[in-house]
């Protein structure tokens, strides 16, 4: 069976250091790949995808960035961190471009 | 208008109560929708995908309206357990990585 991890599970930031989320799958090949970010009190929203390794896809214009250096390997990263980066950030994996599974997630405050 | 709306609640149910809820989407060329259920500070569950035929799992039924662009999930015998936040999830039709919006949740509590 496909199992998602994610690390670290919560993390507190100052202002202005770097970030680096990481995000693994395993049991499948070649899925498509998502980074979400739900905001305190709010929705998801989809930050970046990739469907291939060296692709990805930006969903909206941030501080933030994404590489995926292998297969089942998604990496979100941020060079400066901004206290509105706060927040619950969740990977997610998909085989046939419908339904989407979860990892476990990272909570993230930058303080 | 939003791309997926649902009502917030609170919705405050006694144990063994009927509830639904509603779900509103404003892409006419969405393909696939589903209702997930997230846990305080967890991660979104896939609870069940909706089909046009309309669907049950056990104490859950899912139904679709694709002329009125119209999801709402019924939930029968509500037990404590079912407390969460209910997401109502539409894929945009016609991507092929599979984008998935997703609504603001319902938030259930289910009491003694």
């Known amino acids: 069976s496909q199992t998602i991890h994610q690390w670290p599970a919560t993390l507190v930031q100052p202002v202005g250091s770097p970030l680096s989320l990481e995000c693994t799958v395993e049991?499948?090949?070649?899925?498509?790949l998502y980074w979400y970010r739900q905001a305190a009190g709010r929705g998801l929203q989809l930050l970046f995808y990739?469907?291939?390794?060296?692709?990805i896809s930006s969903e909206v214009p941030q501080n933030l960035s994404a590489s995926r250096p292998q297969d089942r390997q998604f990496i979100l990263s941020s060079k400066k961190l901004l206290l509105s980066d706060s927040g619950f950030y969740l990977c997610?994996?998909?085989?046939?471009?419908?339904?989407?599974?979860f990892g476990p997630g990272t909570r993230l405050t930058v303080t | 208008r939003k791309e997926v709306e649902q009502d917030p609640g609170p919705f405050n149910v006694p144990e063994g109560a009927t509830v639904a809820f509603n779900c509103t989407y404003s892409?006419?060329?969405?393909?696939?929708f589903f209702w997930y259920r997230q846990d305080c500070r967890k991660e979104p569950k896939l609870l069940m995908s909706?089909?046009?035929s309309g669907n049950e799992d056990g104490r859950f039924t899912a139904q679709l309206n694709r002329a009125s662009q119209y999801i709402s999930l019924l939930i029968r015998d509500s037990k404590l357990s079912d407390s969460a936040t209910y997401l109502c999830?539409?894929?945009?039709?016609?991507?092929?990585?599979?984008?998935?919006?997703f609504g603001q949740g319902t938030i259930l509590t289910v009491h003694p």
């Open positions: 997610a994996w998909s085989h046939t471009g419908y339904e989407q599974y």
């Open positions: 049991g499948t090949s070649n899925p498509n």
């Open positions: 990739s469907v291939g390794i060296g692709q």
């Open positions: 892409n006419s060329a969405s393909q696939s």
């Open positions: 909706v089909y046009s």
């Open positions: 999830v539409v894929n945009a039709g016609g991507t092929s990585y599979g984008k998935l919006t």
